[in-house]
């Protein structure tokens, strides 16, 4: 399994596996172990819930690690009048008469709710170096799919504010 990042993705995992290494194992070591002190295990919830916490803490470090681990670093740069990675885009779609903007972004960090769409989604694939004022058919499964066209794009920089989801 390889994962389309950008150098950006990996610096973001890097600092969260950093943090979560450097403070929230520490804290949920020290958790565990206050509340195994209070007694009888199989009754006591505060250790359970402690446990809890601790092991979704690793099993996230080990997510973020191999995700980095099976990589594939794609390019964040676009030509300045072509829809690349991080740019936001505003489309018109021709069925709904509705016009919306999204930000072009990697799988990591895709999030329909927010604007974020993937790279790797139907309608991140068919903007992909496409330029304003394109008619661009966003295939779906099969033979069927929608007509947008592209109103304007702007080349935003990755602040890195966008945040990497957790699965």
Known sequence: MHNELTEQDIRKMEEEIEYRKL?????????????RAHGDLSENFEYHAAK???????SRIRYLERMIKTAVIVSDESAED?????NTVEVFFEEDNLTEKYKLVTTVRGNSLEGLISTESPLGKALLGHKTGDRVHVEMAGSEGYYVVVKSIENTVDDGTDRIRSF
């Open 52 to 58: 809890k916490v601790k092991n979704q803490n690793e």
């Open 23 to 35: 403070v929230v194992r520490p804290q949920a070591l020290e958790d565990v172990k206050e509340a």
């Open 82 to 86: 072509e829809i690349g990675m991080n």
